[in-house]
């Protein structure tokens, strides 16, 4: 009895956003323009650009692919997308059972205030960084890359942009939080300052708190880092239409070259 009422929002972390990324889907496709009315791409300028996507807890990175079909702009046509898979790893606040996760989560919901395991956050963030170093070795302007998570994911991207030692194009968290205690600003270097996030909540999350998520800017203001919060209102544990679309024009500005 008790594991399934400690499954249960666990299962919401995962199944809720497969879902919602496929309502979406339909949702964009119902909203197309016709063939023929549709504009001419701008020409092929674009610098390649990389978008690393990191799921939630109990998800897998193939589940999350779908996403990408919704960025439709021009800008994104030289876009190399990543949606890697977490390791199986126990998970504490599922009596160690093991799932999809990139590092130990003690409790759900998730609070402000809630115990936080930053030796495994930090061995997540260098796999991060390595994904990170293979893309910008390859050709990729760092000010191109771009990283997005949702949930557990997006605790990680917030630790992976802030503990990157290069300035990128930017970080976007979904229903994430801080995983780590303020110690860790020391090793905050001045390029990763630099970096902007963005941040989006919803305000009915019963599986990471909406007050996991305020907890957000006040922590990276005091870092100096610059930051854009926005919350919706009747928003559970999942990812809306409006806020995909948002993302795709907070990084197409963010975009050398872009105008």
């Known amino acids: 009895m008790k594991l399934v009422l400690l499954a249960k929002p666990i299962a919401v972390l995962a199944i809720t956003l497969s879902s919602t990324i496929w309502f979406v889907l339909l949702s964009h496709s119902n909203q197309q323009q ?8 701008k020409p092929d300028s674009m610098a390649r650009s990389f978008v690393l996507w990191l799921h939630g807890l109990g998800d897998s990175g193939p589940a999350n692919e779908p996403i990408k079909s919704l960025f439709t702009s021009p ?12 390791p199986s ?32 956050v ?28 949702f949930s557990q994911g997006g605790a990680l991207t917030l630790a992976s942009v802030l503990l990157y030692p290069k300035t990128l194009g930017g970080g976007a968290v979904f229903s994430g939080w801080v995983p780590f205690n ?15 996030i963005l941040w989006s909540h919803g305000m009915a999350d019963k599986t990471v708190l909406f007050e ?48």
Not at 79 to 85: E, L, R, V
Not at 182 to 196: F, L, M, W
């Open 34 to 41: 016709p063939s023929s009315l549709k504009l001419k791409p």
């Open 75 to 86: 800008e994104f046509k030289n876009t190399i997308w990543s949606f890697p898979s977490a």
């Open 89 to 120: 790893n126990p998970v504490t606040c599922n009596y160690g059972s093991l799932m999809p996760s990139w590092f130990d989560i003690h409790e759900i919901p998730v609070t402000a205030d809630s115990p936080k395991d930053e030796s495994s």
């Open 122 to 149: 930090l061995k997540a963030v260098q796999n991060v960084h390595a994904t990170i170093d293979k893309e910008i070795a390859a050709g990729t302007d760092p000010n191109n890359v771009f990283v997005c998570g």
């Open 182 to 196: 303020s110690s860790i600003v020391e090793q905050i270097s001045p390029n990763a300052k630099r970096t902007p």
């Open 212 to 259: 996991a998520g305020q907890a957000g800017p006040p922590f990276l203001e005091k870092v100096g880092v610059s930051c854009e919060f926005k919350a919706y209102p009747s928003l559970g544990h999942s990812i809306s239409s409006e806020e995909l679309q948002y993302l795709e024009s907070w990084i197409k500005t963010r975009m050398p070259g872009s105008s």
